[in-house]
């Protein structure tokens, strides 16, 4: 990417107090900052397309088209209802069954990629190369080598990106984030970080062999992934994506994004020097094969954190409230003066005895948020990149893709972060590169920054 157009977290936050105020980010479109086939002019509206049009694809389309500038003009799914249900709901905007079609469109500038994870990479790095900004849902990829070509794709065709993770717009890690980088609970070498919830044995449940529904192109679903039979609840909904490796990498690609995220934020992490993952599938016995317990470490300089994902199990440890099954979450900050522990909406703090005793908390400093995709729309306009692009949010893919590669083989990953590549482990480096089904080709070209 071109230096003019690289933007730090520190300069974002910067430039989003006055843009927060309504002064920095007009709501007209500038001349020239829609992609190569916008026409721009101080009239024009950021045209826009969902590809995925599943519940969370809906939802992040439906909050972008709030945005007074934004058109919607094309919905993209293989299946023919689901994009025929967008449509409806956005007069003039038409249907596409091709990601490859929709992208070749003159008068689509932006798109929303909100697709079964393992389609990411290759339509991200599509819709770069077609000169589409793009939002892109979480997981950003599922395996190393997609992380580095989707992050070089952005660079090399100078594409902004906002990576879905919309929790990172709330108020409550905003405060979170003040009070660790102000030192509030003291110098923090561990973070414990958690999401649990509990399938039962049963887990998703088991498909009847049910034929694919009419209207769906069940091959062009599976795309890169393995071949395999239709399967009526893995195709479902994202929820159940999760029970499946090579479509989602389980639950925690689908959930640690938004978790880890809080503390690669507050500490200003940069990537992992060792990674390291154990678990397995021990109670479920459901069509999927992910893993029901996963416990991943990931080594820093100097710091340590962990994950933790249950589907058998959902104590929440502080967080836990009512005793009863539930999804829970949760962050602990483990400092030298206190401990603070924190979901999406709230964060308490435990003192170390009296080492907090007077100690004043800091001023909130950094500005709201307008809405995660908004703040993504605002950025096409402004050609500043949004505060989850990618070159933020691969300090978060990363590690986490590692721990699924860690699992896959059995062992601890060694990373070299300046390198960015796997130390000392050949199959390991084999692995960190997907092989997708014929004849989809994974983009080696943007391997190399």
Same mark, same amino acid.
């Given at each position: 990417?071109?230096?003019?157009?690289?933007?730090?977290?520190?300069?974002?936050?910067?430039?989003?107090?006055?843009?927060?105020?309504?002064?920095?980010?007009?709501?007209?479109?500038?001349?020239?900052?829609?992609?190569?086939? +916008?026409?721009?002019?101080?009239?024009?509206?950021?045209?826009?397309?969902?590809?995925?049009?599943?519940?969370?694809?809906?939802?992040?389309?439906?909050?972008?088209?709030?945005?007074? %500038?934004?058109?919607?003009?094309?919905?993209?799914?293989?299946?023919?209802?689901?994009?025929?249900?967008?449509?409806?709901?956005?007069?003039?905007?038409?249907?596409?069954?091709?990601?490859?079609?929709?992208?070749?469109? @003159? %008068?689509?500038?932006?798109?929303?990629?909100?697709?079964?994870?393992?389609?990411?990479?290759?339509?991200?790095?599509?819709?770069?190369?077609?000169? @589409?900004?793009?939002?892109?849902?979480?997981?950003?990829?599922?395996?190393?080598?997609?992380?580095?070509?989707?992050?070089?794709?952005?660079?090399?065709?100078?594409?902004?990106?906002?990576? /879905?993770?919309?929790?990172?717009?709330?108020?409550?890690?905003?405060?979170? #984030?003040?009070?660790?980088?102000?030192?509030?609970? +003291?110098?923090?070498?561990? #973070?414990?970080?958690?999401?649990?919830?509990?399938?039962?044995?049963?887990?998703? /449940?088991? %498909?009847?062999?049910?034929?694919?529904?009419?209207?769906?192109?069940?091959?062009?679903?599976?795309?890169?992934?393995?071949?395999?039979?239709? $399967?009526?609840?893995?195709?479902?909904?994202?929820?159940?994506?999760?029970?499946?490796?090579?479509?989602? +990498?389980?639950?925690?690609?689908?959930?640690?994004?938004?978790?880890?995220?809080?503390?690669?934020?507050?500490?200003?992490?940069?990537?992992?020097?060792?990674?390291?993952?154990?678990?397995?599938?021990?109670?479920?016995?459901?069509?999927?094969?992910?893993?029901?317990?996963?416990?991943?470490?990931?080594?820093?300089?100097?710091?340590?954190?962990?994950?933790?994902?249950?589907?058998?199990?959902?104590? /929440?440890?502080?967080?836990?409230?009512?005793?009863?099954?539930?999804?829970?979450?949760?962050?602990?900050?483990?400092?030298?003066?206190?401990?603070?522990?924190? $979901?999406?909406?709230?964060?308490?703090? #435990?003192?170390?005895?009296?080492?907090?005793?007077?100690?004043?908390?800091?001023?909130?400093?950094?500005?709201?948020?307008? +809405?995660?995709?908004?703040?993504?729309?605002?950025?096409?306009?402004?050609?500043?990149?949004?505060?989850? $692009?990618?070159?933020?949010?691969?300090?978060? %893919?990363?590690?986490?893709?590692?721990?699924?590669?860690?699992?896959?083989?059995?062992?601890?990953?060694?990373?070299?972060?300046?390198?960015?590549?796997? #130390?000392?482990?050949?199959?390991?480096?084999?692995?960190?590169?997907?092989?997708?089904?014929?004849?989809?080709?994974?983009?080696?070209?943007?391997?190399?920054?």
């Amino acid at each position: 990417m071109n230096q003019s157009r690289r933007m730090n977290r520190r300069d974002f936050l910067d430039q989003s107090a006055a843009s927060a105020a309504g002064v920095a980010v007009p709501l007209a479109l500038a001349r020239g900052v829609l992609g190569e086939n +916008g026409s721009g002019g101080a009239n024009e509206k950021l045209r826009v397309a969902l590809i995925g049009c599943g519940g969370m694809g809906q939802a992040n389309l439906a909050n972008t088209a709030q945005h007074p %500038d934004v058109a919607v003009v094309a919905a993209c799914d293989v299946w023919e209802d689901r994009a025929a249900a967008v449509v409806k709901q956005y007069p003039g905007s038409r249907p596409y069954k091709d990601y490859r079609e929709a992208l070749d469109q @003159k %008068d689509i500038d932006a798109v929303i990629v909100a697709t079964p994870p393992h389609w990411h990479a290759l339509i991200a790095i599509a819709a770069c190369e077609a000169g @589409k900004d793009l939002y892109l849902q979480k997981p950003m990829t599922l395996h190393l080598g997609e992380s580095l070509a989707v992050r070089n794709a952005v660079r090399r065709h100078q594409r902004i990106v906002q990576i /879905g993770t919309q929790i990172h717009a709330s108020e409550n890690y905003r405060r979170v #984030v003040e009070k660790i980088r102000a030192g509030y609970i +003291g110098p923090v070498g561990c #973070v414990r970080t958690f999401n649990v919830m509990n399938q039962g044995p049963e887990g998703v /449940g088991h %498909d009847p062999n049910t034929p694919p529904p009419p209207g769906l192109d069940w091959d062009m679903w599976l795309g890169p992934a393995s071949q395999r039979p239709f $399967n009526a609840i893995l195709a479902a909904n994202s929820y159940n994506h999760g029970s499946w490796m090579d479509i989602s +990498g389980g639950w925690t690609p689908g959930m640690a994004p938004h978790i880890i995220d809080l503390p690669v934020w507050a500490l200003d992490l940069g990537l992992p020097t060792r990674v390291h993952c154990s678990g397995g599938r021990y109670v479920i016995h459901d069509d999927g094969d992910a893993p029901d317990v996963q416990e991943m470490l990931f080594q820093y300089p100097h710091f340590t954190m962990t994950w933790m994902s249950s589907l058998i199990n959902s104590y /929440g440890f502080d967080l836990h409230g009512e005793p009863v099954p539930k999804r829970r979450l949760g962050i602990y900050f483990h400092g030298l003066d206190g401990t603070m522990y924190c $979901n999406y909406s709230m964060h308490e703090i #435990v003192p170390e005895g009296d080492r907090m005793k007077d100690r004043t908390p800091p001023e909130p400093s950094i500005p709201p948020s307008p +809405g995660h995709e908004i703040e993504w729309v605002n950025c096409v306009k402004s050609r500043q990149q949004p505060s989850c $692009n990618v070159e933020y949010h691969v300090k978060i %893919d990363i590690p986490i893709v590692l721990g699924n590669l860690s699992y896959r083989l059995g062992r601890s990953v060694q990373f070299d972060p300046q390198a960015e590549w796997i #130390v000392g482990d050949e199959e390991a480096s084999r692995l960190a590169v997907p092989e997708y089904r014929k004849p989809w080709k994974f983009p080696s070209e943007y391997l190399k920054a």
